[in-house]
Structure formats: C-alpha cells, structure tokens
C-alpha cells in the first residue's frame, strides 16, 4: 500500500517547505522537491493513491495525551469507548491518543487496569494508541510493579491524583515522584487542593447553592495554583524528580511554572483547548430550549468538569503561556457524557459526572483560533498538538515529526475551509458539542494513519482495529531530542 501526496506545504515544528511525499507500508518512504509517480512504480508498484495537496498543509498528525475513554467514574461510565473515541479523533486531525486508564478496585495493581484497558482497546481503535498509567495507592508491590511497567509493557507516564478519592499524600506523591524518576518515567499530575474543595464545597452546598456555577466557585484558581506550587516544591524534594501538569487552567499556577522554568527545573504543563476559549459565564448560561424536558441548569451541566472554566483574565494568561513556551503541549482531557449523564446534576452540580467531549476539536481549534488569527506560528501550532506530546511521551520520532523513515500519520490541512462548529458534524458518542458555534477558518480535510486514508472529507472510512498498541521509550529517551532540539 502507497499513497504519494504532491504539492505540499509540509509543516514540522520547525521548519515548512514545499514537497512531496511518498508512503509505502504505513512508512514515510521518501521526502523530495518532486517525486515522479512512474519513479515510485505507480500502479504497478503498488501505488494506490496520488492526493494532491497543494494549496493545503500537511502536518504530523496530531497527539492527543490526555483522553478518557471507557472511564467509570463512579457515577457514571464515559459515552466514548475506543471505537467512537478514536474515530473522533481521527476525524479531528488526531492520529494517536495517550488515555489516562481509569480507577481499578481499592488496591488493584497497575497491571490489572492495564490489562483491563488492552481489553478495551484491542480491535476497537482506529488509531494507534497508548496509556498512562494511574497510581490509585502505594505500597511495596506497587512501586516494584512500576519498573515491568515502564521496562516491559511500555507505559513511561504515569499519574496521580491530589484530589478525588484516590488522591495520593504527601509521603506517598515523594515515594512516587521519587521511584518514577529513578524508572525514567514521568509523573503527571491531577493538581487540586482537596482539603480546600472539600471545605468550600461543603459550605456552599450548605447554604443551599447547587446550581452548576457553584462548581466552579467551589475549586477556585488558589485550589489549583496551591497544588500546582507543592507538586513543584516535591518534585525538587524528590531529587529533581520531572514532573507534567495536566490540564493547567489557571495563571497563578502558570507563574509558578514559570518561576520553575526560570531555575531550569523540569515541570512541563499542558493546557486544553477549553480553558483557552470556554469562560466561566457558561456555567450562568440557563437553557434557552422552551420545553418541557429542559432544566435552567442543563446548558451550564455540559461543561462540568475539574478544573473548571475560569474568567478571562486567567484566559488571557494561558494564551500568553502558550505563547511564550511555558505550556508544551495542548491536550483535550476528552471525557464525554451525554446530555442524559449530565442531567444528573440538576439535582445538584456535584452529582453532574466531571467531563466534557473534545478531542475531535483540539486541531482544528488551536489551527483556526492560534495559527489564523496570528497569535501563533503554524510551527509552534505543530508543536504543540503534535511534536512536543510526541516527544515527552516517548514516541518521538515515530510520531510528532513528518520525516522518512517515520510513520506516515499525516493530516492534511485546507486553510480557506470555514466551519461553524455543531454537534451534526461530531463523530463521538456525545450527544452535544461544547464549542457549538463557535466560526473557524481551515479544518483537516484528510487524515492518513499508517499511510492509510482513514478520513476524507469529514467522512470516517477506516476500521476497528487498524490501530495499534504504543510501546513507549522512557522519558531519558525523549530528552535526546528534546535536549538537542532535533
Ligand atoms: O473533569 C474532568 N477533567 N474529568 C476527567 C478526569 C480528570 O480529572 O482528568
Ligand atoms: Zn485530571
Ligand atoms: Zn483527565
């Protein structure tokens, strides 16, 4: 199988040029100025498909580190499984996912949620994918468990919570920090103050106040930034031990990240396409649908998720985070419910299941509102939803980098293309797309997986199972490139 994409504008995160690209067997085959079809052998030689691409970019296609799928989070079992979940992705410019594997039963081993989410994922995905692991306790067992994990089974990331029920203390986050960074693998980090939601949250509720704003109100940005400051203050305690952010949502803890920077310390952070262009107004949004099965709470229930959405200041501050390179990568924490899961929050936010779709909109998002309206080059846009992800998690140059010899996931990119966003053209299982209406300018039109076209057109025409499990290399791996800014 070989498919030849003329007149490019290929786009890395560090260099663009014009050229064309041949795939043979899920590899790129060949890079050059011009590639001839009767050079390459075409029909004949295995040539199914010439694109012509000119006048559109071609990108590395995009990695997408933090999803959900087949998530039970106790109240509630995510709509997307690894079917629907990567055929979204896939038609959003998404070509890997990295999923955060959910909670197992009190004190199950790392390996049981792993074999578990094999399960879930084997001839179901139509991209390739990975997981992190999810430390739920520590114990002896477990932190001798990490090191098959990360040496054997390929899972170089792992994370911790500091909220929720299986939130890790302090003794128990500097035991994992410190055993991880021994292992080359890297901690990523749920940050939220639990004790403090925990006050507030019982507070509000008991005054009465259960409407979906006061979800919000009861994780404040101070929730977030105080537990983004101690995991990087641990971090160093564990002896410089790297640590990733997940879903940075606020400008206080990205000051701090920053300050961390600042004494070259290894904190990476990640931001979400929802925390750049979603505000808190949405939770004050009443339903406008005048019938009888609409609740004034359900518009704000959509966008329940932890963090929460802030106000525009904090905005303001992760786009000039993104900006100036404090945030590496922009995931989407893709967690989807329907509408009916979501109604379980009119009798109260915090029966609402945490999470909102995503990950079909993150490329075409960051493309349009980052790259279109100049506020970044489409470098750094390349960077962001595809090579650094690549790079931390291991899968660099595999993935994240258009070059011969890597696989041919490429997404193709029509720059004039103008879509208003609507639920109608979602491919997931949601029933709702949170960023409904919102204009863009340019959209992938294509996207190879392994050199197969996968996506056409908005139209899904790959199959379960063509994707494939990651094996990914320890964090010491990636650093080489990172480091020598290959
Ligand atoms: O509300 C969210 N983000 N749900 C997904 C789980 C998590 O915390 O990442
Ligand atoms: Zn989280
Ligand atoms: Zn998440």
Redesign the pocket.
């Known amino acids: 199988m070989s498919v030849l994409i003329k007149n490019a504008t290929l786009v890395n995160a560090d260099t663009s040029e014009r050229a064309d690209i041949l795939t043979r067997n899920g590899i790129i085959e060949k890079i050059a100025s011009e590639i001839e079809p009767s050079e390459v052998g075409g029909v004949e030689g295995g040539l199914t498909e010439i694109i012509d691409a000119a006048g559109h970019y071609v990108i590395p296609g995009g990695v997408d580190v933090?999803t959900?799928f087949n998530?039970d989070?106790g109240i509630a079992t995510s709509c997307d499984d690894f079917y629907s979940g990567t055929v979204s992705a896939a038609c959003g410019g998404t070509t890997t996912i990295v999923d955060?594997m959910g909670f197992g039963p009190a004190g199950c081993s790392l390996h049981h949620q792993l074999e578990r989410y094999h399960e879930f994922a084997r001839d179901k995905a139509v991209i390739d994918y990975s997981f992190h692991g999810t430390i739920q306790h520590i114990n002896d067992g477990i932190l001798r468990e990490m090191e098959s994990m990360v040496q054997e089974e390929g899972i170089s990331s792992f994370k911790i919570?500091l909220t929720?029920d299986f939130k890790l203390n302090d003794s128990e986050i500097l035991a994992a920090l410190e055993r991880l960074n021994q292992l080359n693998a890297l901690t990523c980090v749920?940050p939220e103050n639990d004790g403090a939601i925990r006050f507030l949250k019982e507070r509000i509720l008991g005054q009465g106040s259960n409407a979906p704003i006061y979800h919000a109100l009861s994780r404040p940005p101070e929730c977030e930034a105080e537990a983004v400051g101690r995991m990087i203050n641990l971090a160093t305690l564990a002896g410089d031990a790297p640590i990733y952010i997940?879903?940075l949502s606020n400008g206080i803890g990205l000051e701090y990240i920053r300050q961390a920077h600042q004494r070259g310390q290894a904190v990476f952070a990640e931001t979400c396409p929802q925390y750049l262009l979603l505000d808190i107004n949405k939770y004050n949004t009443m339903s406008d649908q005048v019938s009888i099965a609409s609740h004034p709470y359900d518009e704000g229930l959509k966008y329940?998720?932890?963090?929460p959405l802030r106000d525009h200041y904090h905005q303001n501050q992760l786009w000039q985070g993104v900006i100036d390179g404090t945030i590496s990568t922009l995931a989407t924490?893709h967690?989807a419910f329907t509408l009916a899961q979501k109604r379980a929050g009119r009798d109260g936010f915090q029966y609402c299941p945490?999470?909102?779709p995503g990950v079909e909109n993150r490329v075409p998002l960051l493309f349009s509102e980052g790259v279109m309206k100049d506020r970044i080059s489409i470098n750094h846009f390349v960077e962001l939803v595809s090579t650094r992800p690549a790079q931390l998690f291991g899968l660099y140059p595999r993935k994240g980098l258009i070059a011969e010899g890597a696989d041919a996931d490429l997404v193709i990119i029509d720059p004039t293309k103008e879509v208003t966003l609507s639920q109608g053209l979602m491919h997931g299982g949601s029933d709702y797309c949170p960023y409904e209406g919102i204009k863009l300018l340019g959209y992938p039109v294509m996207t190879l997986s392994r050199g197969r076209v996968i996506v056409r057109d908005g139209q899904f025409i790959g199959r379960p199972g063509h994707g494939r499990f990651l094996h990914r290399q320890p964090l010491n791996e990636c650093y080489r490139y990172w480091e020598n800014g290959e």
């Not at 329940?304 to 963090?307: F, Y």
């Open positions: 933090h959900h998530i989070v955060h919570y929720y749920h997940v879903h329940i998720m932890s963090p924490d967690c945490n999470g909102m």
